[in-house]
């Protein structure tokens, strides 16, 4: 590092005496490791990256250019650089990364140092797309997911789900989602079926996740703890991105995925699916799972939905199951080229798992896998677990 | 001879002139270098590499050569002026045409997991990154071999070896991401040193590109082949110093039928080195022979929860493969071995499942250190086998003296020692204190007839030290090498081979 380079960058923090690692005197550069300026991060969670790239083989973007700068420790760099001052708030290069990660977390599954890479992409969205400066979508999306009145109409359109019978305040609370609702209302019916006593009010609001993943993570938080007593003792729901982002605001114990509610209780089929085979004869339906990013790594449940499937139907593992689909919560509309590109290699796999249906645990990945096997013409399914776990209850 | 560089204070760069580069932004948003003697990475040069590779496969912007700033060595940073991408052999020869005659540094970087600052671009110039070569271009099981593009994960190796039934044997930790052209150029190490060897046993032939643009095939598809100087042997390791490594040919071996594990804890070091040299003496040369320290089997509980026993004074993970009736006899042989030498608890693994846990213990051990502390500083020195438990008292005398936290795990059965320091930020001159343990390490490596590195390679983080395990008739020895692959010297300007020359005050610099 030079002088110019000094006096452009304001005075680190004091975590490490950097010179105590120079080479030469005044060629000195950590790499912006510990270098505390702009306030933007959570310093803690920034100091923890170690560099050793085990990240890399699972990054989803990194897997399609190869290039560093679009991995999670490069990333990682480009925050340092930021929190720094080295780099220029809206530096082109920091726009198109923050954006285009997916966000998925995979990176934090293989980190040896237990770095929490979820929460850092909040905080730099947060300042990448801070007012004025985010993409216009997002701002878009965040405001329409905010009109809780319009939310509860969209019920007498598509027909979510309603409280069935006598519930109180310790009944299990479904939560409708904000998209879900109203794209896949037969999810929540479907839901509130298989879970006994389950109370669906129709005055709950979005969970706030949305806003989180896309630059407004106070907001993000408001509307989680405003869920928090919209529903009342457990918030069942249907959506795993929703799950991770309400436990991480309420607690882990405050929220139960689905298949993670279902596999607890003890629920039980009535039987196996079945379908009629090339040759005529019965034979039992073939499905296979796409993760939800955050339900898996932000929350750690895999083996749930794997193991309800298993009792209803022959299930085929897919090599990529637990890598993202591309849809990423928003990411899909906000970048639907890169989407696709995530999306492509995922779709190929599917086909040639010759299974009837591709089940998601999520409904941005559904969506996803909906259209992208619409639009292939593909003859294998994409459906919500709970809407095949009802045809077997 | 006695040298002795513990702070490096008086370092040259390897280009003619003095101190570091000048790096300043030019009015056509390319950062110049005005030091003397290197070229300049101006517009015309950044078309030039366009033209070669392709526009999308250049990057000058700020954002994107500081993602390429530093590799896992921790605390070593430096910016490059360009950053491109080739996607075949041509291009990597057109690019070092192109560097020769500009005189412009090159660092050739695979996947950037080297923990020796060898892929640091501390002259500036060009990063030429390797990892769009990714083509397993065969796999012959009749000949027991594999070629693959340099950029092709370790992993992706491996696996394309097993699914044929064979195995790549070396294994270094960052297998899953680091590149077999990396792996070649640090020659990288892992856990079956003791049997199976490491990286350079089983590099069969390359082809690589000098710093003059001529791209040439050595060795070739032959386990006998004394044709010329070992060109083979000698790029292998050589850091990206001599020629950018573009496609490797390596030998494989049949998947050993079983594999089997075993634990035993001793009360200290001491022990368990007696145990290793008893293992061996007893005739068993096992394909895993791995220890923990105290500390280290502690941070490995509190992180893990694995059951190990916390009053151990060290761990001695043991382990062999081949027949499995073999496997089954020389296990109970090494466990026989430890209990003479009086190990307090023997745990045997035969299945699969079993020996998966045990390794955790191992596996998890840099994890365990890297949550104590934001920096860890993984190093790698090497002893003479029997001299292990010596060492690592040595080790823990040195980290008490300068009150840093120093745990040490390592392959026993290679002498090959990584002890690891772990810096407490809310501690003022953690780092300085950490330097000077890391440079008294490598003194008692080196006095006890050892090494500065094992495995890791030396990068510009240990040519300090390098003259000290040299000396200084090898190291102009290095350098005659350099020069005479690469004139004008412009292939990872200062790491290995570069230009040294005594610094004022009598201790030999770079």
């Known amino acids: 590092m030079t002088g110019d380079d000094e006096a452009a960058a304001p005075a680190s923090g004091p975590l490490l005496d950097p010179a105590a690692f120079a080479r030469v005197p005044g060629q000195v550069d950590t790499g912006d490791h510990g270098a505390h300026a702009r306030g933007i991060f959570d310093v803690e969670l920034l100091d923890r990256c170690i560099s050793c790239g085990f990240c890399l083989p699972v990054c989803p973007t990194y897997a399609l250019d190869k290039d560093e700068q679009s991995s999670p420790r490069g990333r990682i760099t480009l925050m340092r650089a930021l929190e720094s001052g080295r780099l220029e708030p809206d530096d082109p290069v920091l726009q198109h990364e923050a954006s285009y990660c997916l966000g998925c977390r995979a990176c934090e599954t293989v980190c040896p140092a237990g770095v929490e890479y979820g929460p850092m992409l909040e905080q730099w969205r947060d300042h990448q797309w801070r007012a004025g400066h985010g993409p216009r979508l997002a701002r878009w999306l965040r405001w329409a997911v905010e009109r809780r009145a319009m939310l509860r109409l969209s019920g007498l359109v598509r027909r979510f789900a309603r409280t069935r019978g006598p519930v109180s305040d310790a009944s299990p609370h479904v939560m409708l989602g904000c998209a879900e609702r109203a794209l896949f209302p037969s999810v929540s019916r479907a839901a509130v079926s298989l879970v006994p006593g389950a109370d669906a009010p129709a005055e709950q609001g979005c969970c706030g996740a949305l806003h989180a993943h896309n630059g407004d993570s106070a907001g993000g938080r408001a509307m989680a703890e405003r869920l928090g007593q919209d529903l009342p003792g457990t918030i069942v729901t249907t959506s795993g991105g929703c799950a991770a982002h309400v436990a991480e605001h309420l607690g882990r114990d405050r929220v139960a995925e689905i298949s993670d509610y279902l596999t607890r209780t003890g629920w039980a089929p009535a039987g196996r699916l079945m379908t009629t085979g090339a040759d005529g004869k019965p034979r039992p339906v073939r499905v296979s799972l796409q993760d939800s990013c955050h339900l898996r790594n932000g929350l750690g449940v895999s083996g749930q939905p794997r193991e309800l499937l298993e009792r209803i139907a022959e299930y085929v593992e897919a090599p990529s199951a637990a890598s993202c689909c591309g849809a990423a919560g928003s990411y899909s509309m906000l970048r639907p080229r890169d989407s696709k590109r995530v999306l492509a290699p995922k779709l190929d796999e599917i086909e040639q798992l010759g299974v009837d249906y591709v089940v998601a645990v999520n409904p941005g990945c559904l969506l996803q896998l909906k259209q992208g096997l619409l639009a292939r013409r593909s003859r294998v399914k994409a459906v919500h677990l709970v809407e095949l776990l009802i045809r077997a209850a | ?510």
Request: charged share 20%; hydrophobic share 45%; net charge negative.
């Open chain 2, 1 to 510: 001879m006695a040298l002795s560089v513990k702070a490096p204070t008086e370092l040259r760069l390897p280009v003619p002139g003095d101190g570091p580069r000048a790096a300043v932004r030019g009015s056509d948003s390319v950062r110049r270098m005005d030091a003397p003697g290197w070229g300049m990475v101006d517009d015309g040069v950044v078309a030039r590499l366009r033209a070669i590779v392709g526009a999308e496969h250049v990057k000058v912007d700020d954002g994107a050569v500081a993602a390429f700033a530093r590799d896992a060595t921790p605390l070593y940073a430096a910016r490059p002026d360009v950053v491109v991408l080739p996607g075949s052999t041509e291009e990597v020869a057109a690019v070092m045409r192109l560097a020769t005659s500009e005189r412009l540094p090159v660092v050739p970087r695979g996947a950037g997991s080297n923990l020796s600052a060898a892929t640091l671009a501390d002259a500036g110039g060009i990063v030429v990154v390797l990892t769009r070569l990714d083509r397993i271009v065969e796999v012959d099981g009749d000949e027991l071999l594999a070629v693959v593009q340099t950029g092709v994960t370790t992993s992706a190796l491996a696996s394309a070896a097993a699914a044929r039934g064979l195995l790549y044997v070396p294994d270094p930790g960052s297998k899953t991401v680091s590149t077999v052209g990396g792996n070649v150029a640090t020659c990288a190490g892992g856990l079956r040193g003791l049997k199976y060897g490491v990286t350079r046993n089983y590099v069969l032939g390359l082809e690589a590109v000098l710093a003059t643009g001529e791209v040439v095939r050595t060795g070739g598809r032959l386990w006998k082949d004394v044709a010329g100087y070992d060109l083979t042997r000698l790029l292998t390791g050589s850091e990206g110093t001599l020629a950018v490594i573009t496609e490797v040919t390596v030998a494989l071996v049949p998947m050993p039928p079983a594999t089997g594990t075993g634990v035993a804890y001793f009360a200290s070091l001491a022990d368990a080195g007696r145990a290793v040299a008893r293992i061996i003496a007893d005739g068993v040369v096992p394909a895993t022979l791995e220890f923990l320290d105290r500390k280290c089997i502690n941070a490995v509980e509190d992180f893990a929860g694995l059951g190990l026993d916390r009053d151990a004074g060290a761990l001695l993970l043991f382990g062999d493969d081949g027949a499995s009736d073999l496997v089954e006899q020389n296990l109970s042989r090494m466990a026989r071995s430890c209990e003479k030498e009086g190990a307090t608890g023997v745990t045997m693994a035969r299945e699969v499942a079993e020996s998966e846990a045990l390794l955790a213990a191992r596996r998890c051990a840099l994890p365990a250190l890297a949550r104590l502390a934001p920096v860890t500083v993984l190093e790698d020195v090497g002893v003479p086998r029997p001299r292990i438990a010596e060492m690592v008292d040595r080790i823990d005398a040195i980290a008490a003296r300068h009150g840093v936290t120093v745990a040490t795990f390592g392959h026993a059965g290679d002498g090959n020692l990584h002890p690891t320091a772990v810096l407490d930020p809310a501690d003022e001159d953690a780092a300085a204190r950490t330097k000077a343990v890391i440079g008294d390490i490598f003194d008692a490596a080196i006095e006890l007839g050892g090494t500065i590195t094992g495995e890791h390679g030396v990068g510009a983080a240990k040519l300090p030290w390098l003259p000290a395990r040299l000396g200084a008739e090898q190291m102009a020895l290095l350098s005659r090498i350099k020069t005479a692959f690469d004139p004008a010297g412009v292939l990872n300007p200062g790491k290995t081979g570069s230009v040294f020359e005594p610094g004022d005050d009598g201790e030999v610099g770079r």
